[in-house]
């Protein structure tokens, strides 16, 4: 058996902002640690924090102090999400390697997440992608696309207005373009056609409100895609949509990509001692299935056999 699948993924991992954004706030260093942890399991991109109100986000506080209290981490690439041209300024001061911003294909998320219209939010990309071009070293700024395969208030949401986010903020100077689903509303044979309209690069970031979000993954992949988000322990959802749940795991992500030959560069022995950390700081077991079970063989978590099923030539 083969599948057409790429040699290698690059994996983002977005647990220390998604994931934690909706629990109770933990002490910087605490987060600090948190991230360190990703880093030694391989993680070469990881979502550090969000430069938001403290009011709005109260578990994002403090992220300069936080990107001071890390530093800077050899080989590893520090993301902040930025709402806004304010929350950018804040970003690069503090030194981060990357923003990501969100735009919506939904007007009425976008209204309820970032409280401004669908092209209010559109418009507001090209400050913040020149601010990043502009400092000291260029700052890369992926866009990433809410709602991209439905929303709760809308229902159905036009890949046409998909690609019309993915065109602006191309545009804008975005220097890639992630699609979300938000609510876990997509299926594998939606993300097929969302990727099949878009074409080239994009990114994508799944969520298991139903269960499908590593199913839509492992299509994504399917169909080319290289960069993926996911969340250690299968942690997050944004409070401001109706019906989120948690991110797809990312212990889960690894455990069957490497399997199927698919490299992602991430130990996952060193994923589940993370995992463990993580689930000590919240208090309670993660979602993810692996995160409780472990590896497919007692003390061998790595990549399978030679033998086992890869890419098609």
Do not use: K
Not at 79 to 88: D, F, I, K, M, Y
Not at 137 to 162: K, M, Q, R
Not at 190 to 200: K, N, S
């Amino acid at each position: 058996m083969s599948w057409s699948l790429p040699p290698a993924v690059a994996i983002r991992d977005v647990g220390p902002r998604d994931g934690l954004q909706v629990e109770a706030p933990l002490p910087i260093a605490r987060r600090a640690e948190l991230v360190r942890a990703l880093a030694a399991a391989g993680l070469r991109e990881i979502e550090v924090a969000a430069f938001v109100s403290p009011r709005a986000v109260p578990a994002m506080a403090g992220a300069a102090e936080l990107v001071a209290e890390l530093g800077e981490l050899p080989g590893v690439v520090r993301t902040a999400l930025v709402p806004n041209e304010r929350g950018a300024r804040d970003a690069l001061a503090a030194g981060v390697d990357a923003l990501t911003v969100t735009v919506s294909a939904s007007p009425e998320y976008s209204r309820r997440n970032t409280r401004m219209e669908r092209e209010q939010a559109l418009a507001g990309l090209a400050p913040i992608c020149a601010l990043a071009a502009r400092a000291p070293t260029p700052v890369p700024v992926d866009v990433v696309v809410s709602c991209a395969f439905g929303s709760p208030y809308e229902g159905e949401i036009a890949l046409a207005e998909v690609e019309r986010c993915r065109d602006a903020a191309l545009a804008a100077g975005a220097a890639r373009v992630t699609v979300a689903d938000t609510t876990g509303m997509a299926t594998p044979v939606r993300v097929a056609a969302l990727l099949e309209r878009l074409g080239g690069e994009v990114g994508v970031h799944f969520h298991e409100t139903r269960g499908t979000g590593l199913l839509n993954a492992w299509a994504a992949v399917e169909c080319g895609v290289t960069r993926l988000d996911c969340s250690l322990g299968g942690l997050g959802g944004s409070p401001f949509a109706t019906g989120a749940a948690g991110n797809v795991a990312t212990e889960e992500l690894v455990l069957v990509l490497e399997d199927a030959g698919v490299a992602t560069g991430v130990d996952l022995d060193a994923l589940l001692r993370a995992s463990a950390l993580l689930a000590e700081l919240v208090g309670r077991p993660l979602p993810s299935a692996v995160a409780r079970s472990g590896p497919r063989l007692a003390g061998s978590a790595g990549p399978a056999p030679a033998a086992a099923p890869g890419p098609a030539a």
